[in-house]
């Protein structure tokens, strides 16, 4: 198998803690699914427009689970548009934006589209695309990267932090 990075693989588990630093996006759990040709990220409030003769996005991000709390708004770059077929064989055309990914220690630059994904179990799917930068996912395994505090992990749960 030939590897497209020149760094040793990284192993990650099916599912990891991630990091959008380029979006503002400190922690959000997502699931590593190698049958997902592309990386998705659940965006709301999309809205395109133009700015210095170049296409934009603006949206925001619910990174926690089960919970609208802590919405992060964000604008970028409108990379493409692709049209992308669900695992049930809906289409759909899709906003892409090219980003940087920070997972199992290692910073990658990617393609992700936007889309809702409300009734996702995660609000971030990372597709081969992205893994095939140097990353193996071991299904055997989570949480490889390890896990933020357990404050944060609690918020993603929905369950708001002791004394609030």
């Known amino acids: 198998m030939r590897s497209h990075s020149s760094s040793p693989q990284v192993t990650a588990g099916w599912r990891e ?3 959008l630093p380029g979006l503002g996006v400190r922690n959000v759990k997502a699931k590593l699914d190698t049958g997902a040709r592309t990386s998705a990220l659940h965006a709301f409030d999309l809205t395109e427009f133009e700015r210095d003769g170049a296409e934009w996005v603006r949206f925001s ?6 919970s609208a709390e802590d919405a992060v708004f964000v604008e970028c770059p409108v990379h493409d548009r692709r049209v992308v ?7 759909q055309e899709r ?8 997972l199992v220690g290692r910073t990658i630059n990617t393609e992700v589209t936007l889309t809702r ?3 996702m179990g995660f609000r971030l ?3 081969r695309e992205a893994l095939r930068q140097g990353f193996v996912v071991d299904s055997s395994h989570s949480y490889l990267g390890g896990r933020p505090t357990r ?3 609690r918020r993603n749960r929905g369950v708001p932090p ?3």
Do not use: A, C, Y
């Open 125 to 127: 799917l990372i597709g």
């Open 117 to 119: 994904r409300d009734e």
């Open 151 to 153: 404050r944060v992990r």
């Open 61 to 66: 991000v619910h990174p926690w689970q089960r």
């Open 85 to 91: 077929r669900s695992s049930t064989g809906h289409e």
């Open 162 to 164: 002791s004394g609030s």
């Open 17 to 19: 803690w991630v990091r």
């Open 95 to 102: 906003v892409v934006i090219l980003t940087d990914v920070s």
